[in-house]
Protein backbone atom coordinates (compact mmCIF):
# COMPACT_ATOMS: atom_id res chain seq x y z
CA UNK A 1 0.00 0.00 0.00
CA UNK A 2 1.27 3.50 -1.17
CA UNK A 3 2.55 6.01 1.59
CA UNK A 4 0.52 8.94 2.39
CA UNK A 5 1.34 11.93 1.43
CA UNK A 6 3.22 14.59 3.37
CA UNK A 7 2.12 17.69 4.64
CA UNK A 8 1.66 20.31 2.00
CA UNK A 9 3.79 23.74 1.63
CA UNK A 10 1.43 25.13 -0.37
CA UNK A 11 -2.75 24.92 -0.55
CA UNK A 12 -5.34 25.26 2.07
CA UNK A 13 -4.40 23.46 5.44
CA UNK A 14 -6.32 23.56 8.35
CA UNK A 15 -5.94 22.60 12.15
CA UNK A 16 -8.11 22.01 15.28
CA UNK A 17 -7.67 20.83 18.61
CA UNK A 18 -9.95 18.44 20.66
CA UNK A 19 -10.34 17.50 24.18
CA UNK A 20 -10.21 13.84 24.33
CA UNK A 21 -13.25 12.95 26.73
CA UNK A 22 -14.40 9.95 28.77
CA UNK A 23 -16.68 8.04 26.11
CA UNK A 24 -13.70 8.72 23.68
CA UNK A 25 -11.17 6.12 24.99
CA UNK A 26 -11.80 2.22 26.69
CA UNK A 27 -11.27 0.95 29.62
CA UNK A 28 -7.24 1.16 29.45
CA UNK A 29 -7.71 4.66 28.33
CA UNK A 30 -7.00 3.98 24.71
CA UNK A 31 -8.38 6.07 22.29
CA UNK A 32 -11.51 3.84 20.25
CA UNK A 33 -11.00 3.60 16.47
CA UNK A 34 -15.02 5.06 16.41
CA UNK A 35 -13.75 8.10 18.67
CA UNK A 36 -10.90 8.86 15.99
CA UNK A 37 -13.37 8.89 13.00
CA UNK A 38 -15.45 11.21 14.72
CA UNK A 39 -12.57 13.44 15.19
CA UNK A 40 -11.86 13.42 11.75
CA UNK A 41 -15.30 13.59 10.52
CA UNK A 42 -15.93 17.05 12.92
CA UNK A 43 -12.52 18.37 11.53
CA UNK A 44 -13.47 17.90 7.69
CA UNK A 45 -16.85 19.30 8.39
CA UNK A 46 -15.29 22.92 10.72
CA UNK A 47 -12.55 22.85 7.55
CA UNK A 48 -15.50 22.97 4.52
CA UNK A 49 -17.67 24.92 6.43
CA UNK A 50 -15.06 27.90 6.57
CA UNK A 51 -14.17 27.09 3.44
CA UNK A 52 -18.22 27.18 2.02
CA UNK A 53 -17.66 23.73 0.92
CA UNK A 54 -20.22 22.29 3.50
CA UNK A 55 -23.59 21.42 3.76
CA UNK A 56 -26.73 22.66 2.27
CA UNK A 57 -24.72 23.32 -0.98
CA UNK A 58 -21.89 20.50 -1.07
CA UNK A 59 -22.19 17.00 0.17
CA UNK A 60 -19.45 15.00 0.90
CA UNK A 61 -19.58 11.47 1.32
CA UNK A 62 -17.11 8.84 2.33
CA UNK A 63 -15.96 6.12 0.25
CA UNK A 64 -12.76 4.95 1.97
CA UNK A 65 -10.44 5.63 4.91
CA UNK A 66 -6.92 3.98 5.82
CA UNK A 67 -6.07 4.89 9.62
CA UNK A 68 -2.17 4.50 10.26
CA UNK A 69 -1.99 4.26 14.25
CA UNK A 70 2.20 4.75 14.68
CA UNK A 71 1.54 5.27 18.46
CA UNK A 72 -1.87 4.84 20.21
CA UNK A 73 -3.42 7.34 22.01
CA UNK A 74 -3.18 6.01 25.72
CA UNK A 75 -2.49 8.77 27.94
CA UNK A 76 -3.36 11.52 25.77
CA UNK A 77 -5.96 14.21 26.89
CA UNK A 78 -6.06 15.99 23.82
CA UNK A 79 -5.58 15.71 19.70
CA UNK A 80 -4.21 18.24 18.35
CA UNK A 81 -4.95 17.62 14.11
CA UNK A 82 -4.18 19.23 10.44
CA UNK A 83 -5.95 18.46 7.82
CA UNK A 84 -5.84 19.30 4.19
CA UNK A 85 -6.64 17.88 0.40
CA UNK A 86 -4.54 14.84 -0.63
CA UNK A 87 -5.98 14.46 -4.58
CA UNK A 88 -8.52 15.88 -6.48
CA UNK A 89 -10.86 14.52 -9.27
CA UNK A 90 -13.74 15.73 -11.18
CA UNK A 91 -16.08 14.06 -8.33
CA UNK A 92 -14.12 13.14 -5.26
CA UNK A 93 -11.15 14.75 -2.89
CA UNK A 94 -9.10 13.10 -0.78
CA UNK A 95 -8.75 14.34 2.54
CA UNK A 96 -5.17 13.37 5.00
CA UNK A 97 -5.23 14.01 8.69
CA UNK A 98 -2.18 14.23 11.18
CA UNK A 99 -3.21 14.03 14.57
CA UNK A 100 -1.07 14.56 17.49
CA UNK A 101 -1.71 13.63 21.20
CA UNK A 102 -0.17 15.65 24.21
CA UNK A 103 1.25 12.54 25.29
CA UNK A 104 3.09 10.54 22.69
CA UNK A 105 -0.38 9.49 20.11
CA UNK A 106 0.55 9.92 16.42
CA UNK A 107 -1.96 8.99 14.08
CA UNK A 108 -1.73 9.59 9.65
CA UNK A 109 -4.86 8.73 8.20
CA UNK A 110 -5.75 9.25 4.39
CA UNK A 111 -9.20 9.33 2.67
CA UNK A 112 -11.68 9.46 -0.43
CA UNK A 113 -14.65 11.57 -0.40
CA UNK A 114 -17.05 11.91 -3.27
CA UNK A 115 -18.97 15.01 -4.08
CA UNK A 116 -22.31 15.47 -3.81
CA UNK A 117 -25.19 18.41 -4.75
CA UNK A 118 -27.63 19.60 -2.31
CA UNK A 119 -29.67 16.76 -3.34
CA UNK A 120 -27.48 14.25 -2.54
CA UNK A 121 -26.61 13.25 -6.17
CA UNK A 122 -22.71 12.97 -7.82
CA UNK A 123 -21.74 16.70 -8.86
CA UNK A 124 -18.43 18.05 -10.49
CA UNK A 125 -16.59 19.78 -7.44
CA UNK A 126 -15.99 22.62 -10.52
CA UNK A 127 -14.51 25.95 -9.49
CA UNK A 128 -13.74 27.51 -6.10
CA UNK A 129 -11.97 24.39 -4.91
CA UNK A 130 -8.53 26.12 -5.50
CA UNK A 131 -6.52 25.90 -1.96
CA UNK A 132 -7.71 22.21 -1.70
CA UNK A 133 -6.42 21.45 -5.68
CA UNK A 134 -2.90 23.13 -4.75
CA UNK A 135 -2.36 21.10 -1.53
CA UNK A 136 -3.11 17.74 -3.40
CA UNK A 137 -0.20 18.77 -5.78
CA UNK A 138 -1.61 17.30 -8.83
CA UNK A 139 -2.35 13.89 -7.49
CA UNK A 140 -4.86 12.33 -8.71
CA UNK A 141 -8.10 11.03 -6.70
CA UNK A 142 -8.90 6.93 -7.23
CA UNK A 143 -12.17 5.90 -5.89
CA UNK A 144 -11.45 2.26 -6.70
CA UNK A 145 -12.18 -0.36 -3.47
CA UNK A 146 -9.31 -2.67 -2.60
CA UNK A 147 -10.67 -4.55 0.42
CA UNK A 148 -11.62 -7.79 -0.14
CA UNK A 149 -14.30 -9.15 2.05
CA UNK A 150 -14.46 -12.78 4.28
CA UNK A 151 -15.96 -15.56 2.15
CA UNK A 152 -19.22 -15.08 2.77
CA UNK A 153 -19.68 -18.22 4.73
CA UNK A 154 -17.18 -17.44 7.83
CA UNK A 155 -19.16 -17.02 10.79
CA UNK A 156 -21.44 -14.26 11.29
CA UNK A 157 -22.77 -12.31 14.01
CA UNK A 158 -25.91 -9.69 13.74
CA UNK A 159 -25.30 -6.33 13.75
CA UNK A 160 -28.97 -4.51 15.46
CA UNK A 161 -28.36 -0.85 14.25
CA UNK A 162 -29.87 1.53 16.61
CA UNK A 163 -31.39 5.17 15.93
CA UNK A 164 -28.14 7.09 17.11
CA UNK A 165 -26.20 5.01 14.32
CA UNK A 166 -27.78 7.31 11.90
CA UNK A 167 -27.40 10.63 11.04
CA UNK A 168 -28.43 14.13 9.26
CA UNK A 169 -27.72 12.02 5.95
CA UNK A 170 -30.18 9.51 6.62
CA UNK A 171 -27.79 6.31 6.78
CA UNK A 172 -25.63 4.74 9.14
CA UNK A 173 -22.45 7.00 10.10
CA UNK A 174 -18.98 6.13 9.41
CA UNK A 175 -17.90 5.91 12.59
CA UNK A 176 -20.76 3.40 14.00
CA UNK A 177 -19.40 0.73 11.50
CA UNK A 178 -16.11 1.13 13.69
CA UNK A 179 -17.84 1.21 16.92
CA UNK A 180 -18.88 -2.74 15.48
CA UNK A 181 -15.21 -3.38 14.87
CA UNK A 182 -14.03 -1.89 18.39
CA UNK A 183 -16.62 -4.38 19.82
CA UNK A 184 -15.05 -7.82 17.91
CA UNK A 185 -11.14 -6.64 18.65
CA UNK A 186 -11.77 -6.79 22.24
CA UNK A 187 -11.98 -10.41 22.32
CA UNK A 188 -10.20 -11.17 19.11
CA UNK A 189 -7.26 -9.94 16.40
CA UNK A 190 -4.67 -7.27 17.09
CA UNK A 191 -3.42 -6.45 20.59
CA UNK A 192 -4.64 -2.43 20.13
CA UNK A 193 -1.80 -1.19 22.34
CA UNK A 194 0.60 -1.50 19.82
CA UNK A 195 0.90 0.49 15.79
CA UNK A 196 -1.94 -0.51 13.93
CA UNK A 197 -3.06 0.07 10.37
CA UNK A 198 -7.47 0.28 10.38
CA UNK A 199 -8.73 0.68 6.68
CA UNK A 200 -12.58 0.95 5.87
CA UNK A 201 -13.93 0.75 2.43
CA UNK A 202 -17.65 1.57 2.06
CA UNK A 203 -19.40 0.16 -0.51
CA UNK A 204 -23.19 1.23 -0.03
CA UNK A 205 -25.05 2.85 2.57
CA UNK A 206 -27.05 0.82 5.34
CA UNK A 207 -30.20 2.03 6.55
CA UNK A 208 -31.72 1.48 10.10
CA UNK A 209 -34.26 -1.17 8.42
CA UNK A 210 -31.31 -3.24 7.31
CA UNK A 211 -30.87 -6.82 8.86
CA UNK A 212 -26.79 -6.63 9.14
CA UNK A 213 -25.24 -9.39 9.86
CA UNK A 214 -21.08 -9.10 10.25
CA UNK A 215 -19.07 -11.75 8.68
CA UNK A 216 -15.43 -12.10 10.30
CA UNK A 217 -11.97 -13.41 9.38
CA UNK A 218 -9.79 -13.26 12.45
CA UNK A 219 -5.89 -14.27 13.22
CA UNK A 220 -3.82 -13.31 15.99
CA UNK A 221 -2.37 -9.98 13.92
CA UNK A 222 -5.30 -9.31 11.22
CA UNK A 223 -9.13 -8.69 11.71
CA UNK A 224 -11.91 -8.33 8.54
CA UNK A 225 -15.18 -7.89 7.92
CA UNK A 226 -17.93 -7.72 5.64
CA UNK A 227 -21.01 -5.64 6.73
CA UNK A 228 -23.52 -7.80 4.79
CA UNK A 229 -27.00 -7.58 4.58
CA UNK A 230 -27.84 -11.21 2.82
CA UNK A 231 -25.03 -11.99 0.65
CA UNK A 232 -24.87 -7.72 -0.52
CA UNK A 233 -21.58 -6.55 0.97
CA UNK A 234 -22.38 -2.75 1.85
CA UNK A 235 -18.56 -2.15 3.23
CA UNK A 236 -15.47 -4.14 4.74
CA UNK A 237 -13.00 -3.00 7.26
CA UNK A 238 -9.26 -4.64 7.76
CA UNK A 239 -7.30 -4.14 11.07
CA UNK A 240 -3.64 -5.50 10.99
CA UNK A 241 -0.82 -4.91 13.16
CA UNK A 242 2.02 -2.95 12.21
CA UNK A 243 4.68 -4.65 14.22
CA UNK A 244 7.15 -6.32 11.68
Not at 52 to 57: F, I, L, S, V
Not at 75 to 89: C, L, P
Request: glycine share 8%; with cysteine; charged share 25%.
Amino acid sequence: MEALVPRPSTGRTFGVTYKIRLSDADAGGRLRLDAVARFLQDAAIDDVEETGWGAPEHLWVLRSVRIDIAEPFLADTRVDIVTWGSSFSALAAGRRWSLRGDAGGVIEVDSTWIHLDANARPARIGHGFDGYAEAAQGRLTSTKLTLEPPALDAPRRAWPLRTTDVDRMGHVNNAAYWAAVEHALDTAGPALTGPLRACLDYRHPLDLGDAVEIVESVDGVRYRAAFAVGDAVRAVALVESLRS
